[in-house]
Nanobody, 111 residues
Framework: QVQLVESGGGLVQPGGSLRLSCAASRSIFSIYTMGWYRQAPGKQREWVTQITTDGSTNYADSVKGRFTISRDNAKNTVYLQMHSLKPEDTAIYYC?????WGQGTLVTVSE
């Protein structure tokens, strides 16, 4: 069993930045692709980004150029750096790998 724990969410003004972290309970990052989904209020869960074991990344069009995913295998942690945040980025952000999901961290973009 693997536990994923997200952190770093919070309230930020439009145009601001946040960095989310997702730490795994044991070393699996070097084996599987890691990624992030998000779910806005009243909407379906939306895929945001992923990073493969060799460091290749993909992004949803809605966040491309503003969000950056990275991983530190030694720390069993994946990061999501978010810049130029918009109100429509408001959501609970979940990290995932293989069949495991974190509990989510809330990001609110508002004045």
């Amino acid at each position: 069993q693997v536990q994923l724990v997200e952190s770093g969410g919070g309230l930020v003004q439009p145009g601001g930045s946040l960095r989310l972290s997702c730490a795994a309970s044991r070393s699996i990052f070097s084996i599987y692709t890691m990624g992030w989904y998000r779910q806005a209020p009243g909407k379906q869960r939306e895929w945001v980004t992923q990073i493969t074991t060799d460091g290749s990344t993909n992004y949803a069009d809605s966040v491309k150029g503003r969000f950056t995913i990275s991983r530190d295998n030694a720390k069993n942690t994946v990061y999501l750096q978010m810049h130029s945040l918009k109100p429509e980025d408001t959501a609970i952000y979940y990290c995932y790998t293989y069949t495991y999901w974190g509990q989510g961290t809330l990001v609110t973009v508002s004045e």
